[in-house]
């Protein structure tokens, strides 16, 4: 059972235009939400998070949406660069200190 | 930087043997976590701890032991290693105070079961 999704297995986009991530969930008892960023050969990178009690969370060029009634999440990057490409994650738990569950993550490709 | 380090790196073995990872950390945080990373799944948690001698089982247990006798420690053990056990294997903490429950994720270790 897939408790978080990530439909798009890839995107790619144009330098300087937004980047559009999404992912969907369907357990209910979620509190946190996160996006990482990976390249290979690396370690997930933590991006950006968003708790359940809001529904926009802001960091320079990346911005997390959480809408609670479709039980789905989004991560808008703008203007996005080709150093973005990498392969995006997103993650969910129920209360702090619990596990993440993650996506199977989508490869942005940003073209110069 | 978390001070997170792993270790080996990368590392070859043969069926039926065991093998031990070591994640490290430097800065005394209870929360530690071993994940796996196959294509398709993103990355599935294998067993946590919640401090020294508290360790719990994740989704992925089987064939799977840890043990944290130290803080800085989080040892991950593949008791008969198979080749359904090759992957990338991270560690991750989780800072003791505030925050989203972030993780933090050391550099992996690349573990190929021939």
């Known amino acids: 059972d897939q408790q978080v999704k990530q439909n798009s297995p890839s995107l790619s986009v144009q330098e300087g235009r937004i980047s559009i991530l999404n992912c969907d969930y369907t357990?209910?008892?979620?509190?946190?939400f996160l996006w990482y960023k990976k390249y290979p050969a690396e370690g997930p990178t933590f991006l950006i998070s968003?708790?359940?009690?809001?529904d926009k969370n802001e960091d320079g060029r990346f911005t997390v949406f959480l809408n609670k009634s479709a039980k789905h999440l989004s991560l808008h990057i703008v203007p996005s660069q080709p150093g973005d490409s990498a392969v995006y994650f997103c993650?969910?738990?129920?209360?702090?200190?619990?596990?993440?569950?993650f996506g199977a993550g989508t490869i942005l490709r940003v073209k110069s | 930087d978390a001070g997170i380090t792993q270790s080996p790196r990368h590392k070859v073995t043969e069926t039926g043997t065991p093998v031990t990872l070591r994640c490290h950390q430097t800065?005394?945080?209870?929360?530690m976590y071993w994940y796996r990373q196959d294509p398709g799944h993103g990355l599935r948690l294998i067993h946590y701890?919640?401090?020294?001698?508290?360790?719990d089982k994740g989704e992925v247990s089987d064939g799977y032991s840890v043990s944290r006798s130290k803080t800085e420690d989080f040892l991950l053990t593949l008791e008969s290693a198979t080749s359904s056990q090759t992957s990338v294997y991270f560690c991750?903490?989780?800072?003791?105070?505030?925050?989203?429950?972030?993780?933090?994720f050391g550099p992996g270790t690349r573990l190929t079961v021939l």
């Open positions: 357990n209910s008892m979620f509190d946190y």
């Open positions: 800065e005394n945080h209870r929360y």
């Open positions: 991750a903490i989780t800072p003791d105070i505030g925050g989203n429950n972030e993780q933090f």
């Open positions: 968003i708790s359940s009690i809001k």
């Open positions: 993650a969910a738990s129920a209360r702090y200190g619990n596990k993440l569950v």
């Open positions: 701890s919640y401090g020294v001698k508290d360790t």
